[in-house]
């Protein structure tokens, strides 16, 4: 069975990002700005979908080597 890894830099960074995004909305964008870019009012939306992404890809398993499908025995171990 494929494990999960809760804790890990793509979970980390998609929590940031949503709290950027987050904020972003209470402050009606005045705080997510991109510098040298002209401000249009809706980067926080930028930040939401981006940790969403993250997160997801967070959680998604790894991709592991394929196993067999032949029964193990007690002497395989």
């Known amino acids: 069975m494929k494990q999960i ?3 890990n830099s793509f979970n980390l960074l ?3 990002l949503l709290g950027i995004g987050i904020a972003g909305f209470l402050l ?3 705080m ?3 510098p040298g ?3 249009r009012g809706y980067e926080w939306v930028l930040y939401l979908v981006a940790g969403a992404l ?3 890809n967070g959680f998604l398993p790894s ?3 394929p196993q067999s499908n032949k029964p193990r025995r ?3 171990l």
Do not use: C, E, N, Y
């Open 5 to 7: 890894r809760w804790w």
């Open 14 to 16: 998609g929590i940031i």
């Open 28 to 30: 009606q964008g005045k």
């Open 32 to 34: 997510v700005f991109d």
């Open 37 to 39: 870019r002209p401000h």
């Open 54 to 56: 993250m997160l997801i």
């Open 63 to 65: 991709a592991t080597a």
């Open 74 to 76: 007690p002497t395989d």
